[in-house]
């Protein structure tokens, strides 16, 4: 009997040393998750647009593999693609999910209805998908404005199923809107939202603010350039740096305004002010630039394109604010990942993403000093190589130029060298275009052979061989990691935890073995 008690109580001790310790740090990381998200999401960020008219879309797990190697940590769907949010559990990406204008009348007419999209698309996920907003619709008051009536009845009855969930403090419900929706945009000082829309604006308004919510506006300079050529320059709309004499200036506050965008987000702030409403953050949920167009679009293009949006990278990582709010920073989301193929002409509307969907840049960001954002900018090294799908003999003339007259240096790729291996023209090419690109200092139009090689940040190298901006990069590898304050932080934050971590084991330990202990001598 007495060795029965005695396993019995050893038992209890195991269970407790080793079970009630798990269970703690299991409650632990999940908080630590929420507390991190909602502490980063006190800072102005960038995040990206997912559109999904794209022929060949990466499958969601190759989606958010790449997220991650972009560090790109704030996205919006334009849905609640559900194979998506799976994907995202345990990256800490934040998501702002959609829902789409098709689906207002049947959220908008009804709570239990909302209340089971949450469930579905929210609860069912968070926390370890971070779902940080819910827009309700999109620009529903200018593309659909049979629509508007339902608008805040949905909004309204979302957030009481997040209010049902617990959920309503950490997810924020709001809905996306056009510029025109503000009329006499400059000066900013004398903005209005369209008076016709004031029915849904005050009580919308209204409930941003009580619960703490973000006005979400879609503003692009593009437009307002091509609306206005002769009376908007080009430079002021792209955060080009301005003479003073070129600056706007608004005639009743004397603002200087140097870009089109801080212009567009003031006229927000007035046009609220001029309701009544003081205390709700203007939130930039699209912008961007095409860097394609058709005949009537000359300035959609990869150099407009590439300034406009490395510009706004650094405009909101430089926490700069406004002229007449220099102390907030709006956020942006970047209108858009991918070029999206199979949108509808115009030309330009197929092409305003930062990436081709088969994920390779479509131009390289000029955002180096701008933090950690995007691996596709110039702070990283890039290499040149051949496209897919061009035929050999194409690949094989621009070979024998690169060799030849371009004065790559081909040596690798001889029989019995490093690189010959896979022996084909394709491979050869790349190594040899890159040799040429790194060599002409990868400057614009070094990659290009007619239109057979691109840019890539993915290292081609293999095996043995190493491609020639491979070597460059093994001498300076710590350019390509995480901003170095941010990492130290990381890292220090690591060492507090496993710290904390160590103090509670090293004491449950000790508690477990004296209680061994006290069994031990008492038997």
Not at 118 to 142: F, M, Q
Not at 256 to 276: C, E, F, G, Q
Request: hydrophobic letters at 35%; charged letters at 15%; proline letters at 6%.
């Amino acid at each position: 009997m007495a060795n029965s008690k005695f396993i019995t109580y050893f038992i209890i001790i195991v269970l407790f040393c080793f079970t009630v310790p798990s269970t703690a740090k299991s409650s632990a990381l999940v908080q630590e998750i929420k507390q991190q998200s909602q502490e980063q999401d006190k800072e102005p960020f960038v995040g990206v647009n997912i559109g999904t008219d794209v022929s060949d879309l990466l499958s969601p797990t190759e989606l958010v593999s790449f997220l991650q190697v972009q560090r790109i940590s704030h996205i919006r769907l334009y849905d609640a693609n559900q194979d998506i949010l799976k994907a995202l559990a345990k990256t800490k990406i934040r998501v702002i999910i959609s829902v789409p204008n098709n689906q207002l009348l049947a959220i908008g007419s009804s709570n239990t209805t909302a209340a089971s999209w949450v469930g579905r698309n929210v609860v069912a996920y968070y926390p370890e998908t971070l779902i940080t907003g819910i827009a309700v619709g999109d620009e529903v008051l200018t593309t659909v404005p049979s629509s508007a009536p339902l608008l805040l009845p949905a909004i309204q009855s979302l957030y009481s199923a997040l209010v049902a969930a617990n959920l309503h403090t950490q997810i924020k419900v709001s809905t996306p809107h056009a510029a025109s929706i503000i009329l006499d945009t400059f000066p900013p000082s004398q903005a209005y939202f369209n008076q016709s829309l004031t029915s849904v604006m005050v009580p919308l308004l209204q409930f941003l603010s009580t619960t703490g919510s973000f006005l979400m506006m879609n503003l692009y300079p593009y437009y307002v350039f091509m609306e206005n050529k002769g009376v908007v320059p080009l430079d002021n709309s792209l955060f080009k740096p301005l003479t003073p004499s070129k600056e706007m200036v608004d005639p009743n506050t004397l603002l200087h305004y140097t870009n089109v965008l801080d212009a567009m987000i003031d006229a927000a702030y007035v046009s609220m002010k001029n309701l009544n409403v003081t205390d709700v953050v203007v939130l930039v949920s699209e912008s961007g630039w095409p860097s394609k167009g058709d005949s009537k679009e000359p300035y959609a293009s990869k150099d407009n394109a590439d300034t406009y949006n490395s510009n706004l990278i650094k405009l909101v990582l430089d926490r700069s604010g406004t002229p007449l709010h220099p102390e907030i920073t709006s956020s942006v989301y970047i209108y858009e990942l991918f070029n999206e193929d199979l949108r509808s002409p115009p030309t330009s509307e197929a092409n305003w993403g930062l990436f081709y969907s088969n994920s390779t840049p479509v131009y390289l960001l000029h955002v180096s000093g701008s933090g950690t954002f995007l691996a596709n900018d110039t702070t990283n090294q890039t290499f040149c190589i051949a496209m897919d799908g061009v035929d050999s003999k194409t690949l094989q003339t621009a070979l024998d130029w690169a060799c030849g007259p371009g004065r790559s240096n081909c040596s690798e790729i001889q029989p019995g060298e490093s690189c010959y291996q896979p022996n084909n023209v394709k491979n050869h090419a790349s190594y040899a275009f890159d040799s040429y690109y790194q060599k002409e200092g990868e400057t614009s139009g070094s990659c290009d052979f007619k239109g057979v090689a691109m840019i890539t940040t993915t290292d081609p190298s293999h095996g043995s061989c190493a491609f020639p901006g491979s070597k460059k990069v093994s001498s300076k590898k710590t350019g390509t990691i995480l901003n170095s304050t941010e990492a130290n932080g990381a890292g220090e934050r690591l060492k507090l935890n496993t710290f904390h971590s160590s103090q509670i084991s090293a004491s449950t330990v000790a508690f477990c073995i004296l209680l061994f202990i006290s069994f031990v001598t008492t038997r």
